[in-house]
Every structure is written in C-alpha cells, then in structure tokens.
C-alpha cells in the first residue's frame, strides 16, 4: 500500500488529504449523488451499494434473486396450429402483419418484462456532529471487496470500511475514529422508497407494471439487533413472499440506546455492523432469529471476518492482471485519470483499473445466478428494461470474460441458471412453433416464458437465443475438459437446441433451408417497417456453430452416432453468408431484405464474437465484408463526436475485430469504452456516463483478453490484434481452450515471452508474428517460449 496526497475540494475550501491507495483498486474524491455512484461490493448472492457520503450514509442492500413478484407467470398459449398463416404472410413480404398476428394470437395486452430485480432495503448512518467536513476520499480494494470512506473534522479522521463476504455470507461494516470515543451515530434499516419514472421505456405499459407492490412493512430495534422486513402484494405460489434482514451492532468503547427503530451510538471507538437477509418463499417461516443467532455467534471480529473472505475472493480475483505501463498514473484519483485520459491518448493507468473493476465486477455479482443487467445491484423499484436477463446481447457480453479470464466456476451460474428454465422454454418452442427442443427468448428472470412481444417488437420470432447458450455449455468444456459436465450438462441441452431446428426448419425451392419466422435482435431491415423477418444471419449462424459444437461433442463421448449424419446433412443445407452491395455483410441472408447497418446491435457479426468459423476463414471475401461491416457501424455510431447508445454494441464490434486480427480497430473500440462508459466508482454504464449496466464488465476484458491471447483447442495465438500502443506489457493468467492457461505473457518491441500451463500432456501449435510453432506441453509443468523479432 502507498500513501496518495492530493488536493480535493469539498464545500468551498481546498484541503489535503491523504489515504492508502489499493494496490490493485481506485480512490476517488466525489461521493455519490445518485445510487448508480455509489461504491460496490458483493458476494454473489448479497449486494452493497455505498453513497460514501461522510454525515449522512446509506447502503442500498440486494439480494441476487430479488425479483420483485408481479403476479403469476403468462404461459403463451398454444398458437402453433397458425404457424403456417405466420410463414405465408412473410413468404408474401407482409412482415408487419406477420408480427401482428403473433402477437394478437398471444392474448396479451401489451409487451411483457419479466420479475423486475429490485432492492431488498437501506442501511442508513447519521453521523452526530456538525463539524465542516474535509479530506474527504472514497475507494475500493478489488483484492479484498472492501469498501472504504474516509473524512475528517474538527475531532478527528473517520473511515467507514464494509465488504459483502463470500465465506460468512453476510455484510460487514466498522465504523472507526482517529482517536478513542469519536464515533457518534444513529443506525436504522429503512425501505428503499420506489421510483415511478423509467428513463428507458420503450414499450407502452412498462412504467405502470413497474409501480410498487410493497406491503407490511416493519422496522424495529431491539437487544443490540436492528430489524427489517415487507412483503408483496402480487406475490404468487413459487415466487418471493417476504423479505426479511436484521443487523446486529456490536461497539468497541462507548454506549447503545435503542428506540423504537433505531440504535444510538454514543462515544465509541469502534461500532461493528454485520447485516444478513433472505428471502422467504414460505412466509410463515421466519427465519429472523435465526439470522440473529448466526450473527451472535459470529466472531464480530472486523480483521477476522474479512481475512476469511479475502482468502476466497482474492484468490479468484489475483488469477489474472494486465500491465501496460501504467506507472505513477495508477496513483491519481478515478477523477483525475478521467480528467487526463483522451481518445487519441487513452490512459494505460485507466485501461489497467478499469480491466480490474470490470473483473471485480464480475465476480462480485455472480452467486447461484448469472448478472442481470446491474448484476447484483440495484437502486430503483422501475428499473431500465427490468434489470433482468436479457439474452440477445446483454447476458453474453456480461459472460464473455469468464472463461478466458481464468473464472470458470462463474460461467456454471450462467447455465445452470439456464438449465433450471427449460420446461419453460420447451412451452415456448412447443405454443409457439409446434416444434421438440426449446426456445430461449430475449429476455427471463424468474421464469423462460416468451412474453417479450407485440405489435411492434418481434420477440416471439427470435430463435437463436438457445443456440448462443449452448455456445458456453460448450465453451466450459472446451477450456476446462471436464468430460462429466459434457456428458452430463453440455450435450443434453445442445441436444434440445438441435431438435428444435430440426423441428422448425424446412427447405425452399433451391434446397437450402429458410429460417422463418425470425428476428434480427431488435433491428429491422431497411426495406421493411417490422422487425419481423426471416433467413436473420445470427440465427443461421448459430445454428450452424450449435451442429458443428454437438458433432463434436457427440464424436468425443461417443454417443448420439445415428443422429450425427441428419446433423451433417442439416449442415449441408445451411443458407450461406452474403455480401450486400455495400460490401458488408448481409443481416439476413436473403436478397428480400436490405440491411439497415446503422441500428445500434450487431447481430449479423455473430460468427466472429469468439473465433472465426473455417468457412470465412478460409473466405478473404467473408472477412473484408465483416471488416466493413465494423469500420461502418464505427463510423455511423461513435466517430466524431457521437457519444453513442448501448455500450456492449462497441463489444460486440471489438470481439469482431479481434477475430480478423484488426488491432487498431479493436483498439478504437477500446478507446470509446475505457473513455466513455465508467464512472468514478468503476462501475460500468449502459449509455454515455449513465445508466448502471454490467455488460461491458465481461465485455471489455474480453476485448482486452482477445487482442493479446486467442485460443482454440490445440491452438494458441499470441498478440493477435496487439495495437501500436502497446508497444510493451505483460497479462498473466489467461485460461485457454485445451485446459492451458498462459501464466504470463510479455512483450516488448523486441519480442516475447510466454509461460504456459497445460493441465494434460499435450502438442499446442503456437502462433506468434506470422509464424507456427509447435510446442510440447508436460502435464502440470510451466514451459517457457521465447520469440524474438529480427528487425
């Protein structure tokens, strides 16, 4: 730890500071004026959002399945019978009327969000005094979780420290002084009040199913325990009933009054706060006392607590870094890096912290579930697009760093989460498309029904979604070789995903088979006014990457042997890639519809998100078309000065350039999201500076990961899109398909130098400056390789 002096004003006077800066972490000087600023901290299951202002503290608490119930799921009813009306009125180009008629045949109202993710309760903290507040800093520890505010007054220095344990499952906060008897304040757990406003609300109904349905609230003190809870008024069997939380405070010095629904801390030296909640599911169970005895019989040992979790969370997080040349700059304040970090000289000390928060992210806000849209956060009772699971773009983008950034016990939320929604979406390709197998749709939470339709969005066409997540069933494999997971978990869910297709599809006059209906994630062609469509590129692609996967899959545990040539002859009449006039790549494969390139998603870029197919890699025409297909949408959404709309759309564009090796275009990615899209709390945005969203905490690491480091079974690249920027640097711990790990990679303008791990014994062909080398790996021992440019 190094001491950080800096200048910071707060209220009208310029004072010096000094507090510790995380090696591996931020300090920033402005507390937060809304909940999408404030510091961050979980375990997976439990969230802490922290305002870190000095006199008036709150801390927003979550839990990882606070879905607040909206009434029973709506099972689509069974339309499947009038498929062939859908595919007739899109045959004849009447797309709009297609959509319609699906969405009329549904019985809804309107479109439908799933269980919005909401807020549990508040913790708020009045400090007693009225002293000017100076040196005031906030900061987190990524090593640790810990959070940390820090203020001084007249009687002294104060730090408010909280970390959300992964090893105890509860939170912990202490509030100290600089001297003995300095702590004076007032706790009480409070009800987060709803909102009743939606920044985002595209669809007409949105803001009304979102108002609040909280009842039963009840606040208490009592014996050294605050306590909370509420219940729902839509509750229904099988969702939440009731949330429940208590806090116990435990001073070190000083004394404890209680009223009816707060404690006052009065002259202490020290207050330990350890909150837990849960949520009941049978709301005659409380499980309060219990709760209570756990945290009385906890060790209340501040420095105990937290080694116990950083054993676990430091480790998961310490697997990897990136070093760029950061320097001095790692020093400043998120304010100040901000302040000096410029297009056309992105800051490596930036790049390099927010490569760490984004990780951090990450791993705080996976539990038993994958991130929603804010991951394990939450700050509003109308949050933008539910904060749920969205499926067709957002949910990937949060997962594309698990794997290859050495986390892959996180990626096994994200399917079994996928797993435990499957009868739904069984319901969904039955009602919907009279087909076996199952059909994820765009968006879920606590159910996989398909509601996410109407008349002008549509959802109920998309049918790639299944197939995208059977991409990482078999990703977990691939890196990890755990052949029981394959067997177990990975086949039988591609298997659904195959029977689906082999259900819906059927053959048009030249042989090849036509996807319809579909849709381009959320886009429309440019000669149609409906999304509605067929023949959409990601669907086709995906479907092509599902047979090809389940193929192998099946060859290598040897099963599935009399399906395997129906799937190759499924292959075989897949429509191919097209080229529009422009010279970019077609959206939909089909002369019928014109792209319309300038939408913000880049679905038709799917073949390239995680490697490159043999088909357009054996194809320079395929490969220059993607490659203007990316330079177009750069230049429409964010050259200049366009701030741009939907930051996983820039991932979505730098996981494309990675692929084709485009190293200054994947870096111009990069720049837009290091400069553009964070805060000074290093939580990620969906939009230009706002709206809290974990999209690109998975995808701009991946970008990162995938410009230094590529894999595929067998086969390594090394610095495959390095951009002239980073003429030097080092990365360590890169996991890579085939169970290798690249325990450091470094690099200067004179070569490299790379440490690899394989966990089987194994020949690795090794690509580094336009060159194969073939490489023996020894099981469970590092080989080093080192490569020198001749000048």
């Known amino acids: ?83 062939f009306e859908i595919r007739r009125l899109i045959d004849k180009g009447l797309y709009r009327q297609a959509t319609q008629l699906q969405f009329d045949l549904s019985g809804q109202q309107s479109f439908m969000y799933p269980d919005p993710f909401v807020p549990t309760f508040d913790l708020g903290i009045t400090m007693n005094t009225d002293s000017e507040i100076r040196d005031y800093a906030r900061s987190v520890n990524f090593e640790t979780g810990e959070t940390l505010v820090h203020w001084t007054d007249k009687n002294g220095s104060y730090d408010r420290r909280l970390f959300v344990s992964r090893a105890d499952g509860i939170a912990v906060m202490k509030i100290s002084g600089s001297k003995n ?139 990897m870094k990136l070093d760029l040349g950061g320097g001095d700059d790692r020093q400043k304040t998120t304010e100040e890096l901000f302040e000096i970090s410029t297009m056309e000289d992105v800051n490596k000390a930036l790049i390099e912290k927010e490569f760490d928060a984004a990780r951090y992210n990450i791993i705080s806000c996976t539990g038993e579930l994958p991130p929603t849209l804010q991951g394990v956060w939450a700050g509003t009772f109308v949050p933008d697009w539910a904060s749920d699971f969205t499926h067709n773009g957002n949910v990937p983008s949060a997962l594309a760093a698990m794997l290859m950034g050495n986390n892959p016990e996180l990626m096994l939320a994200y399917t079994s989460y996928i797993e435990s929604i499957v009868p739904w979406l069984e319901i969904n390709a039955k009602h919907l498309f009279g087909s076996r197998g199952v059909v994820l749709p765009s968006r879920s939470t606590t159910n996989g029904y398909n ?101 192998d899959a099946s060859n290598k545990m040897n099963v599935n042997l009399d399906k395997i040539n129906t799937w190759k002859t499924m292959l075989g009449k897949m429509p191919d890639y097209m080229i529009d006039e422009n010279g970019m790549i077609k959206e939909w494969l089909t002369l019928r519809l014109d792209n319309n390139d300038a939408h913000r998603h880049s679905s038709q870029l ?29 230049d429409k959404h964010w050259r200049g000065k366009r701030s741009g709309f939907m930051s996983f759309g820039l991932v979505q564009l730098g996981q494309a350039a990675t692929s084709l090796g485009e190293a200054e275009i994947a870096y111009e990615c990069l720049q837009h999201l290091v400069n553009r899209f964070w805060l000074s709390n290093l939580a990620s945005m969906h939009n230009h500076k706002t709206l809290f969203n974990m999209d690109i905490s998975g995808g701009m690491p991946a970008v990162i990961i995938k410009m230094l480091v590529a894999s595929e079974p067998g086969r390594i690249q090394l610095l495959p899109a390095l951009p002239k920027a980073w003429d030097k640097g080092r990365i360590e711990g890169v996991l890579c398909r085939g169970q290798v790990e690249v325990k450091s990679l470094e690099w200067t303008p004179s070569g490299l130098k790379v440490n690899l791990f394989s966990a089987k014994k194994q020949t690795v062909q090794l690509d580094v400056y336009g060159k194969t080398i073939s490489v023996k790996l020894p099981a469970g021992v590092e080989v080093d390789v080192v490569r020198k440019i001749n000048h």
């Open 1 to 83: 730890m190094k001491k950080l002096i800096f200048l910071f004003l707060f209220m009208p006077t310029i004072l010096l500071a000094q507090l510790d800066v995380p090696n591996r972490g931020f300090v920033s000087t402005t507390p937060a004026a809304t909940w999408e600023e404030g510091l961050i901290s979980g375990n997976g299951t439990i969230g802490a959002n922290v305002f870190s202002r000095p006199l008036d503290e709150t801390v927003i608490f979550t839990h990882e399945r606070m879905f607040l119930p909206m009434g029973a799921p709506t099972m689509p009813p069974d339309q499947s019978v009038r498929l």
């Open 181 to 319: 008897g300095l702590v004076n304040c007032e706790l009480r757990l409070k009800r987060r009040m709803p909102s009743d406003k939606l920044r985002y609300n595209y669809v007409e109904g949105t803001a009304k199913r979102f108002s609040s349905h909280i009842k039963d609230v009840k606040i208490g003190a009592k014996d050294n325990f605050l306590t909370y809870e509420h219940s729902f008024t839509q509750a229904y069997p099988g969702s939440v009933q009731k949330v429940e939380g208590t806090a116990g405070v435990k001073l070190v010095g000083g004394k404890i009054e209680t009223t009816r629904e707060s404690i006052i801390v009065t002259g202490a030296d020290e207050v330990l706060i350890i909150i837990d909640l849960d949520l009941l599911y049978d709301p005659n169970i409380s499980v309060m006392a219990e709760m209570q005895e756990t945290i009385a019989s906890s060790k209340m040992d501040y420095q105990s607590l937290l080694n116990s979790h950083r054993a676990i969370h430091g480790e998961m997080f310490n697997r």
């Open 451 to 551: 509601n996410a339709l109407a008349g002008s969005f549509a959802g109920g066409f998309w049918v790639g979604g299944a197939a995208w997540a059977a991409h990482f069933f078999y990703d977990y494999y691939l890196y990890t070789g755990d052949e029981s997971y394959l067997r177990e978990h990975a086949i039988p869910f591609m298997e659904k995903c195959a029977l689906f297709f082999e259900d819906y599809l059927y053959e048009g006059p030249d042989g090849k088979f036509i996807f319809s209906p579909t849709q381009s994630p959320e886009n429309t062609p440019g000669n149609s006014k409906s999304q509605g469509s067929f023949n959409a590129t990601m669907d086709i692609a995906v479907a092509k990457e599902l047979l090809i996967n389940l193929i």
């Open 606 to 634: 799917y073949p390239l998100y995680d490697g490159m197919p043999q088909e357009i890699a054996e194809s320079p025409e395929l490969q220059a078309a993607f490659k203007n297909s990316i330079i177009y949408k750069l």
